[in-house]
């Protein structure tokens, strides 16, 4: 059904429906955003890892990557967010149809726009357990490189960290990832629900145009992305270092502007708000479609 707010998703308050649609969704975004992910990652890092000819832009990371790793290089590591994508997406979708709620005196109440930011923040926290992890062995299979390959696969890289420093070892930046998550899930959701509020007043969100969901879902993309890269870039220094570098994430912090300055915390920017565009219309755009398919389908629907 489609609930009195006109709020992004209809009726994803069902785990399945949840996991279906925002596993979907989430699929499309990291296959249409990964290669670009790659080079933002080893930007980030490159300096930590003792790269011995940095790369001077984005570009040039690209062909360099290409160049020692092959094409392949860019995708490396990408098992590990394809299987926690459905986890991830549908537990951060239905978060935020619960934060909704939760704010609801009575059912079907309308939400102000700093109530969804809200239901935002609430997005961002759900799924921490299943993202942090995966952000932890996709950077450390991003930046390890063709000629000393420390892991075979996802699955190899998890059984070692597991073996050298238990669960704690796969939750390395937990800190730093709730950092990036919840604010900027806010300023997601509250982005994304302006531009369909004014582009769209009165209408249910099944009768939108698919070109409006892109629009909204892209700008909402690049606006996180704008808050979330200097924490994000602290994560992925953080959870790639070598054991026992830093004790947490002020400490990266530390390090970062007693040798290179605030610059560095923005480092990988370029790539990541040029994948932000695509990867999140794409996948809002999916789900958008699934939740239509969930309205419109009278034989799917009570199934699921």
Not at 64 to 71: F, L, Y
Not at 196 to 207: F, H, N, Q
Request: aromatic letters at 10%.
């Amino acid at each position: 059904m489609v609930e009195a707010d006109g709020s992004v998703l209809i009726n994803l308050s069902s785990p399945l429906k949840s996991f279906v649609a925002g596993g979907f969704g989430g699929l499309c975004s990291v296959f249409v955003g990964y290669p670009l992910d790659t080079i933002k990652v080893k930007m980030q890092t490159q300096a930590i890892l003792g790269e011995t000819h940095p790369y001077t832009s984005a570009v040039d990371c690209l062909r360099v990557t290409i160049r020692n790793e092959g094409v392949f290089g860019l995708f490396r590591g990408m098992m590990a967010p394809m299987i926690g994508s459905s986890p991830i997406t549908a537990t951060y979708f239905y978060g935020y149809e619960q934060g909704k709620r939760w704010q609801q005196k009575r059912s079907g109440e309308d939400l102000t726009l700093r109530q969804i930011v809200v239901a935002g923040f609430v997005a961002g926290l759900v799924p921490i357990l299943f993202r942090v992890p995966s952000d932890r062995v996709k950077c450390m299979m991003q930046t390890q490189h063709t000629s000393s390959l420390r892991y075979t696969g996802s699955f190899d890289c998890v059984r070692q960290l597991y073996r050298s420093g238990g669960v704690a070892s796969l939750y390395r930046g937990l800190g730093a990832t709730l950092m990036r998550d919840i604010h900027s899930n806010g300023v997601y959701f509250g982005v994304y629900e302006y531009i369909l509020r004014t582009a769209s007043p009165g209408k249910r969100r099944e009768e939108l145009h698919p070109t409006l969901i892109i629009f909204a879902g892209g700008t909402a993309g690049i606006s996180y992305w704008l808050t979330a890269i200097v924490p994000d870039t602290l994560k992925s220094i953080l959870q790639t270092a070598p054991d026992g570098k830093y004790r947490g994430v002020v400490d990266v912090y530390r390090d970062l502007m007693r040798h290179e300055g605030p610059k560095a915390l923005f480092k990988g920017i370029g790539p990541i708000l040029l994948r932000s565009f695509p990867s999140n219309a794409v996948s809002d755009c999916k789900v958008w479609c699934c939740v239509v398919a969930f309205h419109w389908s009278p034989g799917l629907s009570p199934w699921i």
